[in-house]
């Protein structure tokens, strides 16, 4: 049985709410509790509930149970951890012995804002941080391209540096934001237009055992022919400035070729040399960018040119058939592995991100030749937390490829560090040690992650994915498995 | 240069608190703010998105703590005003007498009595019904009037100036609790008093004020009141006392002894007199912040007893609107919240000044007048600084170490935090005639800060 609440003006973060739902859902059919967005009234729907008008600003408590007792029991869950969930807050401020503030621009000595509310209210606190002289990175998707130009053109005439919108990563004198993985202190710099381009070059470097100084991350639209590189410029400016940088790299989804002349322009005139690793048809994939770093101070150490874990069978000889299945949170690494499919297959790569509009893929419907999927897409986190935080949709999908007689191999990421999944392995496993399909994983992270990469690995390796640390080494042996020519 | 990569990091955080306990994990230095949706849609965004905006609300903040108010004369409202026959001023925005409510209706009886425009109430009413008086707001002619804020040309006003615009503003005389007409009663008490402060009181505080060498400044006994547990809306015991301390001397010299024994008497024994004195020096202080061009702050708060009205400093004279609240708080005698009239008069500029409600946790003598705890008044000047644009170090609040009052009420955060203004208030009963029934605690309807949002989107070059 089902039963619906619709709670109007009660604000929650998606965060929060995901693990009110999946404290409620223990033992039964189904629960959603979630701001009513366009996208979770559909999934609500899809569940089975009929809904009455409701706005984005309510809350949609919907539970789905198999009797009266743990429907209401399911209720008073949802209470509970809502009411604990206020309780923990109330408790570190108070530790703290200070009311928290109501808006960035009257918290007390703070240089930075990191901004993740949801996307159409972003610019509004984003201009309260400016106004008070904070640097802003904005996490938050779904901001305005003009919005975006405007708060740039705000920070460049008070100097200060805005990263984002949708800002994934940043690390700043050792201070990870947003999603990061701890990586050792050297003196690379790293400008990202890219927050899994961001994490997965700085976890090669590591691997490799190259430190960095600080990753400026840009948001992935700095460097449309619109915005045309205004984070970027000032990027160069302060690592170019900065006394811990000797070596700066920049990385980057395909840019508008202006900018990118643009920015190689400047980078000409700088004392500090620039090294460029622009995605595209024409450019370097990222662990190629890494590799060029590597030559330029002279490491020989190539740690990720193999798989590092599997389960002892080799799966990658001859063709399995089938056409190709990537599942990925990393939108970057999405881009990627898609580039060098493309590349090698010659034919369309379906994806809801895809290279030719021709290709665009439905990300929920079934798929019958090669789909590439970016969980982490705008339109699939409206309302909903980020792949990196919440798998749900794409172990879902996970389970649907195995079943999937035209899928023949999966390839997937998986990413540590701070911000995301405490246990991606754990929860993946289940899923993928079904599968009679071989799965290839990318696994991002460094040692010091909090998620303990080993551990990861093995779990993963146990469960029968083939680990790679190399998202473009872990793309070419998934084609390697299809029988695709090199 | 921005110093961005060379200082310590200190984060502040709002949105996702798993980003923000990533950070502590971390051991750095963050804040969390309690964030919740904005309201004001595409408007809001558009008037953040103004680039006058920022400045212009320092602006207005500054003209607002650079303002002064003293007590330059005083005189009957035809002079003061230019007050002729059959005009009235109210209080709040604009109202005709089909919509006005009960305490509204009962001080415009009580004027028509009182100018001997009508020898009966109901003779009163008559003419009332059909619009045979002018009703104007007094904020139009930059006066102010607490309650039904009824003015008529024979009371008698205190004219103050600020000396950093030369602007006036003016206020009638204090007439006391309980039956008066500003709480719309009419009965014949009523007008004997406002007779007798008409042809003895007015005048001899005229002969005082005028005697002065000095004008008395109203402001300077704002700032000593706050220090004395008078928060200057429901409470000015300090400051009544205060003044009736300077010019006590100057009415013994000019008048009659009887007249001046019960002069002193009434005022002395009228906690409220100087809040006549407190609102115009309010309205000089907002007023001094009015017309900047994309200013966000607002600088009229006003209450007819139907409507809650709102002015802004970017909007000029253009009045946003919603409906009055009924205020909550603690009855007199056997008053329940059922007599109790929606909120009524001007006595808001109070709080559009920083002082009253917003500064509650100067007074927390009056807390259990008004339902409320210390703590609650404490915690409710806190919450009034994160809606407004500054501090004015000149109201200092001893209790939160001489914090200067929360100043400047910005529409944006308003709507940005979801706290409404707390206003601290007297409570009319509905019914005409009823005088007051109770004290409390009210806030403006969120409509009018919607609306006025929507005013200044519209204004935007």
Same mark, same amino acid.
């Given at each position: 049985?089902?039963?619906?609440?619709?709670?109007?003006?009660?604000?929650? !973060?998606?965060?929060?709410?995901?693990?009110?739902?999946?404290?409620?859902?223990?033992?039964?059919?189904?629960?959603?509790?979630?701001?009513?967005?366009?996208?979770?009234?559909?999934?609500?729907?899809?569940?089975?509930?009929?809904?009455?008008?409701?706005?984005?600003?309510?809350?949609?408590?919907?539970?789905?149970?198999?009797?009266?007792?743990?429907?209401?029991?399911?209720?008073?869950?949802?209470?509970?951890?809502?009411?604990?969930?206020?309780?923990?807050?109330?408790?570190?401020?108070?530790?703290?012995?200070?009311?928290?503030?109501?808006?960035?621009?009257?918290?007390?000595?703070?240089?930075?804002?990191?901004?993740?509310?949801?996307?159409?209210?972003?610019?509004?606190?984003?201009?309260?941080?400016?106004?008070?002289?904070?640097?802003?990175?904005?996490?938050?998707?779904?901001?305005?391209?003009?919005?975006?130009?405007?708060?740039?053109?705000?920070?460049?005439?008070?100097?200060?540096?805005?990263?984002?919108? &949708?800002?994934?990563?940043?690390?700043?004198?050792?201070?990870?934001?947003?999603?990061?993985?701890?990586?050792?202190?050297?003196?690379?710099?790293?400008?990202?237009?890219?927050?899994?381009?961001?994490?997965?070059?700085?976890?090669?470097? !590591?691997?490799?055992?190259?430190?960095?100084?600080?990753?400026?991350?840009?948001?992935?639209? &700095?460097?449309?022919?619109?915005?045309?590189?205004?984070?970027?410029?000032?990027?160069?400016?302060?690592?170019?400035?900065?006394?811990?940088?000797?070596?700066?790299?920049?990385?980057?989804?395909?840019?508008?070729?202006?900018?990118?002349?643009?920015?190689?322009?400047?980078?000409?005139?700088?004392?500090?040399?620039?090294?460029?690793?622009?995605?595209?048809?024409?450019?370097? &994939?990222?662990?190629?960018?890494?590799?060029?770093?590597?030559?330029?101070?002279?490491?020989?150490?190539?740690?990720?040119?193999?798989?590092?874990?599997?389960?002892?069978?080799?799966?990658?000889?001859?063709?399995?058939?089938?056409?190709?299945?990537?599942?990925?949170?990393?939108?970057?690494?999405?881009?990627?592995?898609?580039?060098?499919?493309?590349?090698?297959?010659?034919?369309?790569?379906?994806?809801?991100?895809?290279?030719?509009?021709?290709?665009?893929?439905?990300?929920?419907?079934?798929?019958?030749?090669?789909?590439?999927?970016?969980?982490?897409?705008?339109?699939?986190?409206?309302?909903?937390?980020?792949?990196?935080? !919440?798998?749900?949709?794409?172990?879902?999908?996970?389970?649907?490829?195995?079943?999937?007689?035209?899928?023949?191999?999966?390839?997937?990421?998986?990413?540590?560090?701070?911000?995301?999944?405490?246990?991606?392995?754990?929860?993946?496993?289940?899923?993928?040690?079904?599968?009679?399909?071989?799965?290839?994983?990318?696994?991002?992270?460094?040692?010091?992650?909090?998620?303990?990469?080993?551990?990861?690995?093995?779990?993963?390796?146990?469960?029968?994915?083939?680990?790679?640390?190399?998202?473009?080494?872990?793309?070419?042996?998934?084609?390697?498995?299809?029988?695709?020519?090199? | 240069?921005?110093?961005?990569?060379?200082?310590?990091? $200190?984060?502040?955080? +709002?949105?996702?608190?798993?980003?923000?306990?990533?950070?502590?994990?971390?051991?750095?230095?963050?804040?969390?703010?309690?964030?919740?949706?904005?309201?004001?849609?595409?408007?809001?965004?558009?008037?953040?998105?103004?680039?006058?905006?920022?400045?212009?609300?320092?602006?207005?903040?500054?003209?607002?703590?650079?303002?002064? $108010?003293?007590?330059?004369?005083?005189?009957?409202?035809?002079?003061?005003?230019?007050?002729?026959?059959?005009?009235?001023?109210?209080?709040?925005? *604009?109202?005709?007498?089909?919509?006005?409510?009960?305490?509204?209706?009962?001080?415009?009886?009580?004027?028509?009595?009182?100018?001997?425009?009508?020898?009966?109430?109901?003779?009163?009413?008559?003419?009332?019904?059909?619009?045979?008086?002018?009703?104007?707001?007094?904020?139009?002619?930059?006066?102010?009037?607490?309650?039904?804020?009824?003015?008529?040309?024979?009371?008698?006003? #205190?004219? /103050?100036?600020?000396?950093?615009?030369?602007?006036?503003?003016?206020?009638? /005389?204090?007439?006391?609790?309980?039956?008066?007409?500003?709480?719309?009663?009419?009965?014949?008490?009523?007008?004997?008093?406002?007779?007798?402060?008409?042809?003895?009181?007015?005048?001899?505080?005229?002969?005082?004020?005028?005697?002065?060498?000095?004008?008395?400044?109203?402001?300077?006994?704002?700032?000593?009141?706050?220090?004395?547990? =008078?928060?200057?809306?429901?409470?000015?015991?300090?400051?009544?006392?205060? #003044?009736?301390?300077?010019?006590?001397?100057?009415?013994?010299?000019?008048?009659?002894?009887?007249?001046?024994?019960?002069?002193?008497? #009434?005022?002395?024994?009228? =906690?409220?007199?100087?809040?006549?004195?407190?609102?115009? +020096?309010?309205?000089?202080?907002?007023?001094?912040?009015?017309?900047?061009?994309?200013?966000?702050?607002?600088?009229?708060?006003?209450?007819?007893?139907?409507?809650?009205?709102?002015?802004?400093?970017?909007?000029?004279?253009?009045?946003?609107?919603?409906?009055?609240?009924?205020?909550?708080?603690?009855?007199?005698?056997?008053?329940?919240?059922?007599?109790?009239?929606?909120?009524?008069?001007?006595?808001?500029?109070?709080?559009?000044?920083?002082?009253?409600? #917003?500064?509650?946790?100067?007074?927390?003598?009056?807390?259990?007048?008004?339902?409320?705890?210390?703590?609650?008044?404490?915690?409710?000047?806190?919450?009034?600084?994160?809606?407004?644009?500054?501090?004015?170090?000149?109201?200092?609040? *001893?209790?939160?170490?001489?914090?200067?009052?929360?100043?400047?009420?910005?529409?944006?955060?308003?709507?940005?935090?979801?706290?409404? *203004?707390?206003?601290?208030?007297?409570?009319?009963?509905?019914?005409?005639?009823?005088?007051?029934?109770?004290?409390?605690?009210?806030?403006?309807?969120?409509?009018?800060?919607?609306?006025?949002?929507?005013?200044?989107?519209?204004?935007?070059?």
């Amino acid at each position: 049985m089902r039963r619906i609440e619709i709670r109007p003006g009660f604000y929650r !973060d998606s965060v929060s709410l995901m693990q009110v739902s999946q404290r409620a859902g223990v033992g039964i059919d189904g629960a959603l509790v979630a701001m009513a967005t366009p996208l979770n009234v559909e999934l609500a729907i899809q569940m089975g509930f009929v809904l009455p008008p409701t706005s984005p600003n309510d809350l949609i408590i919907a539970i789905d149970a198999p009797n009266e007792e743990s429907l209401s029991h399911a209720f008073d869950v949802v209470e509970e951890v809502l009411e604990e969930q206020l309780r923990k807050s109330r408790e570190q401020s108070s530790e703290s012995g200070i009311t928290p503030a109501r808006t960035l621009g009257r918290t007390q000595g703070a240089r930075i804002a990191l901004i993740s509310v949801p996307g159409e209210f972003a610019f509004i606190d984003a201009v309260d941080a400016l106004e008070n002289d904070m640097n802003v990175m904005i996490f938050s998707d779904n901001v305005t391209m003009q919005d975006e130009i405007l708060l740039k053109d705000i920070a460049l005439s008070r100097d200060l540096l805005v990263m984002g919108p &949708d800002c994934g990563t940043a690390i700043i004198g050792g201070v990870g934001l947003g999603f990061a993985n701890v990586v050792s202190p050297g003196s690379v710099g790293i400008i990202a237009a890219s927050g899994t381009g961001a994490q997965h070059l700085t976890t090669l470097l !590591d691997h490799a055992g190259v430190g960095i100084s600080h990753c400026i991350g840009l948001g992935g639209r &700095d460097l449309s022919s619109a915005v045309a590189g205004r984070s970027a410029k000032q990027a160069l400016a302060l690592l170019e400035a900065d006394e811990h940088t000797d070596l700066i790299v920049f990385v980057s989804k395909p840019a508008a070729p202006e900018v990118a002349q643009s920015l190689k322009d400047i980078a000409s005139g700088m004392k500090k040399k620039v090294i460029f690793g622009l995605l595209g048809s024409t450019g370097s &994939d990222i662990t190629e960018t890494a590799e060029k770093v590597l030559d330029e101070i002279g490491v020989t150490d190539r740690p990720w040119v193999n798989e590092v874990a599997t389960a002892g069978s080799t799966g990658s000889t001859g063709s399995t058939g089938g056409s190709l299945r990537a599942l990925f949170a990393g939108g970057t690494l999405c881009d990627e592995a898609m580039l060098i499919a493309s590349k090698r297959t010659r034919v369309p790569i379906f994806s809801n991100i895809p290279l030719e509009k021709e290709w665009l893929l439905d990300p929920f419907g079934p798929a019958t030749s090669h789909a590439f999927i970016d969980f982490g897409d705008d339109a699939m986190t409206v309302g909903r937390a980020h792949p990196m935080i !919440d798998s749900k949709l794409r172990i879902e999908r996970l389970a649907k490829e195995i079943n999937d007689p035209s899928c023949g191999v999966i390839l997937m990421d998986v990413v540590l560090g701070h911000g995301a999944i405490s246990t991606p392995g754990e929860e993946l496993s289940a899923t993928i040690s079904e599968s009679s399909k071989p799965i290839f994983i990318s696994l991002i992270g460094t040692t010091l992650d909090p998620q303990n990469f080993e551990r990861q690995k093995a779990i993963l390796a146990q469960a029968g994915a083939k680990v790679f640390l190399s998202n473009a080494y872990a793309t070419h042996a998934a084609l390697d498995a299809l029988g695709v020519p090199r | 240069m921005n110093k961005l990569l060379s200082e310590s990091l $200190a984060t502040a955080t +709002a949105g996702v608190s798993l980003l923000h306990d990533a950070l502590l994990n971390q051991g750095v230095s963050t804040q969390a703010v309690e964030w919740s949706p904005p309201l004001g849609g595409k408007d809001l965004h558009d008037v953040m998105a103004d680039q006058r905006r920022s400045v212009a609300n320092e602006l207005a903040l500054s003209k607002m703590l650079n303002s002064g $108010a003293v007590l330059v004369d005083v005189k009957p409202a035809s002079e003061a005003l230019n007050l002729g026959r059959g005009e009235f001023l109210h209080a709040g925005p *604009p109202i005709e007498w089909s919509r006005a409510s009960g305490p509204m209706r009962g001080a415009l009886i009580a004027a028509m009595l009182y100018e001997k425009m009508a020898d009966s109430a109901e003779a009163a009413e008559l003419i009332l019904e059909k619009n045979g008086v002018a009703l104007e707001p007094c904020h139009h002619r930059g006066a102010v009037g607490p309650m039904a804020g009824v003015v008529t040309p024979s009371m008698w006003m #205190f004219e /103050l100036q600020d000396p950093s615009t030369g602007n006036k503003s003016w206020c009638s /005389l204090n007439e006391g609790l309980g039956k008066v007409l500003r709480y719309g009663a009419y009965s014949p008490e009523v007008i004997e008093r406002l007779d007798w402060m008409r042809d003895v009181l007015g005048p001899l505080l005229q002969v005082g004020v005028r005697a002065r060498e000095e004008h008395i400044d109203v402001r300077a006994i704002i700032s000593q009141m706050i220090q004395m547990g =008078d928060e200057g809306h429901n409470r000015n015991r300090a400051g009544t006392l205060m #003044f009736l301390r300077d010019l006590l001397p100057f009415m013994i010299e000019g008048g009659t002894s009887s007249d001046v024994a019960r002069a002193a008497r #009434f005022v002395g024994g009228n =906690d409220h007199f100087f809040l006549n004195l407190v609102m115009p +020096a309010c309205k000089l202080q907002t007023r001094a912040a009015e017309n900047i061009p994309g200013s966000t702050i607002v600088t009229v708060m006003a209450r007819n007893g139907t409507d809650f009205g709102i002015q802004t400093s970017g909007t000029g004279n253009e009045w946003f609107i919603g409906p009055a609240q009924t205020p909550h708080g603690l009855y007199l005698g056997n008053y329940t919240a059922d007599d109790a009239n929606p909120d009524i008069g001007d006595s808001a500029i109070t709080e559009t000044a920083g002082i009253g409600g #917003f500064s509650m946790a100067a007074a927390p003598a009056i807390v259990r007048f008004i339902g409320g705890s210390v703590p609650d008044a404490l915690a409710t000047t806190r919450r009034m600084y994160e809606i407004c644009e500054g501090e004015n170090p000149t109201f200092g609040i *001893p209790v939160l170490e001489f914090r200067g009052a929360p100043t400047g009420i910005d529409v944006t955060r308003v709507l940005r935090t979801g706290i409404l *203004p707390q206003i601290n208030t007297g409570m009319a009963g509905k019914v005409a005639g009823t005088g007051q029934v109770g004290a409390g605690l009210v806030t403006p309807p969120m409509e009018a800060f919607t609306a006025a949002i929507t005013g200044l989107a519209t204004r935007i070059v």
